[in-house]
């Protein structure tokens, strides 16, 4: 047991692929909540800040102030709705998020179109995404929160009926609200204002997270981490291998959102955005360079944001559009792509275009590559699927990945990254959380075929 109680010694060597078996992770779980009080760097882990050649080494103490079964890091569309499933699967789960609120890019990036819940194209008459994701579109009916109209041609269909068309607009602070709504009404536990600093780790195992606030640096135990901060935040400081796009040579940029308020009456349409009533969301400055690089980051934000400002004047000085204004820019610059980590398998591009089945389904991506060598890719086919193994990082125990962070190649990644695809993942990586946790089974080991019941349970699309 003394070795689940210390968090100070070095880093375990063990082969990532080493088996743990059942008796290990109950010990190590049990062991986090009996040691839950400090957690110490040791030697080999202390954080170290590095300033051109210097590091300084910190040494602290950090206070475990509370424990969870799941524990979903970042609250955008994935972590929603895993942090839902994960609950609804009879998990203890709390929900994590940097900002005072819940949408992630869909509401702080203010990128306010689900896409991808069938083929924008025919074949297009299955719904590859349901079960959750659908309940959460539901909220947004019930709260009033779809857009008049958007810029994606696409066939019509009922979305106050459930039956979803390949996108829907909405408002987002709606989607903010319908977040909340969804998340309380499953009982998960909640922490906004909340930056997810570092995996707790035991060795190769995610044992909780580090979290920074205005209360300080706090650690919180877990059994399951899910990393749902489309960066894969905590799959990569935990030590799992990832792809990264300047790697591969191609990356979708970052773009920073806007919404304009005063459009005249006279304006019919979308206005090349999502549009209600006189306000329409649109598409604004694009920007390169690394999306996890906080230099490029603030390069980004601060070239765009003023060149939006510039932008919107030459707008209102056309004839009869004086009525316009910048009514918000988007919390953050949209950041498409960074780290895709590696996991049990990788989705390759041929995946995607075959439309290759997997017999351990957990998701279906049906959604258009929009940049596939330079053009938009629809399918001929209805989705391709997404695995649990690619779910799975390689190397790192308790962590299960969501969103735009999971395992594939760049050209399946272009359309399991937006947001009803991720939303559909989400619902995979909290049911296997929970199933994981619940369990005391390492979710490397989880039996995919019950996972696949439990999801079918609660209406997701499997196609099986
Ligand atoms: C400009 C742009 C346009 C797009 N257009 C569309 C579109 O038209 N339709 C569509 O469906 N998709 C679109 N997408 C893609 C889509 O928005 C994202 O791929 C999708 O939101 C990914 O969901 P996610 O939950 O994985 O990640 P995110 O939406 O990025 O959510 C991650 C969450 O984690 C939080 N977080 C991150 N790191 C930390 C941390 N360390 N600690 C605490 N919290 C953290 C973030 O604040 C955020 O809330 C677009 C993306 C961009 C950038």
């Known amino acids: ?31 986090a909540a009996v040691a839950a009080q400090t957690v110490r760097p040791g030697p080999a882990r202390a954080a170290s ?12 103490d950090t206070p475990v102030v509370a424990r969870h079964q799941v524990v979903v890091a970042g609250g ?37 179109c689900y896409n991808g819940f069938r083929n924008q194209r025919p074949p297009e008459a299955l719904q590859t995404v349901k079960g959750i994701p659908a309940e959460y579109i539901a909220e947004l009916v019930r709260l009033g929160g779809i857009a008049d109209d958007d810029p994606y041609p696409k066939a019509k269909r009922d979305v106050a009926g459930s039956d979803l068309p390949y996108c829907i607009g909405y408002d987002p602070e709606a989607a903010k609200v319908a977040s909340l709504n969804l998340i309380r009404r499953e009982g998960v536990k ?61 990356r979708m940029g970052m773009s920073l959102m806007y919404r304009l308020g005063g459009l005249p009456s006279s304006i019919e349409g979308n206005y090349g955005g999502i549009r209600i009533g006189d306000r329409v969301v649109k598409w604004g400055p694009g920007f ?23 932008q919107v004047q ?21 950041v498409r792509e960074t780290r895709r980590i590696l996991g049990e398998y990788t ?22 590559m929009p940049s596939y060598h330079g053009k938009r890719f629809f399918f001929e086919h209805e989705g391709f699927e997404i695995p649990y193994r690619s779910l799975v990082p ?53 039996d995919v075929k019950a996972l696949q019941k439990l999801l079918l349970s609660q209406n997701a699309e499997l196609r099986i």
């Not at 906004?192 to 570092?198: G, K």
């Not at 125990?397 to 947001?419: D, H, K, W």
């Open 347 to 368: 989705v390759t591009e041929q995946d995607a275009i075959k439309g290759t089945h997997f017999s351990d389904v957990v998701a279906i991506s049906s959604n258009p």
């Open 49 to 60: 800040r590095e300033q051109g050649s210097q590091t300084y080494t910190e040494h602290q």
């Open 190 to 250: 909640l922490r906004l204002h909340s930056w997810v600093a570092a995996p707790m780790r035991d060795g190769s195992r995610v044992t909780g997270i580090i979290v920074e606030s205005k209360s300080g640096r706090q650690a919180i135990a877990a059994d399951v981490v899910i990393d749902a901060t489309g960066d894969g935040d905590m799959a990569a400081r935990a030590g799992a291998p990832f792809m990264s796009p300047a790697q591969q040579g191609d």
């Open 288 to 310: 390169g360079g690394d999306g996890v690089d906080v230099e490029n980051l603030t390069r980004a934000e601060v070239e765009s944001r003023l060149k939006l400002w510039g």
């Open 394 to 446: 390689r190397k790192i125990e308790g962590l299960v990945l969501t969103g735009r962070c999971i395992s594939c190649e760049q050209a399946p990644f272009q359309s399991a990254r937006s947001m009803a695809p991720a939303m559909a993942i989400g619902h995979a990586s909290g049911c296997a959380a929970a199933m994981s946790a619940k369990g005391q089974i390492p979710p490397r080991r989880l």
């Open 314 to 334: 030459e707008m209102k000085r056309k004839p009869g559009m004086e009525s316009l204004y910048l009514m918000q820019s988007a919390t953050g610059i949209g």
């Open 76 to 112: 955008g569309p994935s972590g929603v709705i895993a942090a839902v499933a994960a609950a609804r699967s009879g998990a203890d789960t709390l929900l994590i998020e940097r900002y005072p609120f819940l949408g992630g890019n869909g509401t702080a990036g203010l990128m306010t």
């Open 1 to 31: 047991m003394s070795e689940f109680l210390n968090h100070t010694r070095a880093p375990d060597r063990r082969s990532a692929q080493s088996s743990m078996g059942r008796r290990e992770f109950l010990g190590s779980a049990l062991g």
